[in-house]
């Protein structure tokens, strides 16, 4: 268990302080999958940077298995790092090394021998697809392969605990969809708790199991991923995770439109539109101002905004149409707000 508990950081610069984050408190189960997300500048690298003491918070505590690691020593946390290794969206590999030294690097800072250092390489390379590549450089690899032999490489000392700071942002989706399933795959094998740091609701939605949002270096909300995306109660959150179907992405107009956020949480798709349904069994007609649906297994996911035209007692019973459904969630959005 990972437990950041009131976690604060100050930075000192030529124009004053930066409070780059406020007071953060996340849980992380192990074995869990965890995502922080927020907008560039939100304090997502610099809370990875805490987690593994690269800097030391202003004030709180981290406590990993029940150790807080900020009260350890630089020689004390040089044995907690072997357990808490990271990969970046740079990769950050040896270009003068083959693949297969690169992997072995930290066994070699380790004090592991040259061959039973070069054997585990070989069974990680193995591990994340790239067993032919031993020989190979990082400037022969694409990009996905370079991120796989980051991943072989954080993995070499058995860690604990992988941090991923934007991993996949310099890669194509497909590929870091590949990447993704990889870690998921990882994660399962080796039991290994993963923290994803990202501003791309995508990989969230795609990997990760629980979540915190940050904004402006605060915790603004965290659960499991399905409740905080399906029903978003933080600003911060809502423009995450409703870019375009978010009240201060609208046009207001003078028409007195009141608009209706539907949510699908794996709602049974039907062949019979929803809308228009509401509109010849109601006589309630809305407009589509933004949809994002998509079906999976016969099962609607995502999300749409609805404009309608007409009092609060014809908006409440839209709203009661549409979440006597079930897995569909519904709330009026306050484009003053």
């Known amino acids: 268990m990972i437990e950041i508990k009131n976690v604060s950081k100050q930075f000192k610069t030529a124009e004053g302080s930066v409070q780059a984050l406020k007071n953060v408190s996340i849980s992380i189960p ?4 965890f995502g922080i997300i927020g907008m560039s500048g939100a304090g997502k690298s610099t809370l990875v940077r805490c987690i593994n003491m690269l800097e030391r918070p202003t004030e709180g505590t981290i406590e990993i298995d029940g150790v807080d690691i900020c009260k350890l020593s630089e020689k ?11 990969i970046f969206q740079g990769f950050n590999l040896l270009m003068q090394r083959n693949c297969l030294k690169n992997v072995c690097f930290p066994l070699e800072l380790a004090g592991i021998s040259k061959a039973e250092a070069k054997k585990r390489a070989q069974e990680l390379l193995e591990i994340v697809g790239l067993g032919d590549k031993a020989k190979a450089y990082p400037a022969q690899l694409s990009g996905g392969q370079q991120q796989r032999v980051a991943i072989a490489r954080a993995l070499a000392t058995d860690p604990k ?7 996949t942002s310099a890669l194509d989706p497909t590929t870091t969809n590949s990447i993704l399933e990889l870690i998921r795959r990882i994660n399962e094998k080796l039991g290994i708790t993963v923290i994803i ?10 990997i990760c199991k629980h979540v915190a949002i940050l904004d402006n270096g605060e915790v603004t909300e965290q659960g499991e991923v399905a409740a905080v995306f399906s029903h978003p109660k933080s600003s911060a959150a809502r423009k995450l995770v409703f870019p375009e179907g978010n009240a201060d992405s609208l046009v207001v107009s003078d028409s007195g439109e009141q608009f209706i956020r539907v949510v699908f949480n794996g709602a049974e798709a039907t062949g019979s539109p929803l809308i228009a349904r509401m509109a010849v069994e109601k006589g309630i007609e809305a407009s589509i101002a933004y949809a994002s649906t998509k079906s999976i297994g016969g099962k609607a996911y995502g999300s749409m905004l609805l404009g309608i035209t007409g009092d609060e007692e014809t908006v409440k019973t839209a709203i009661a149409y549409l979440t006597k459904i079930p897995d569909v969630l519904a709330e009026v959005v306050n484009v003053h707000d």
Request: net charge negative; aromatic share 0%; hydrophobic share 40%.
């Open 76 to 86: 004390q946390l040089r044995s907690v790092r072997r357990e808490i290794t990271m």
């Open 161 to 167: 605990v992988l941090l991923c700071d934007e991993a």
């Open 197 to 206: 740091i990202t501003h791309q609701m995508s990989v969230v939605e795609s």
């Open 30 to 33: 192990d074995g869990d999958i």
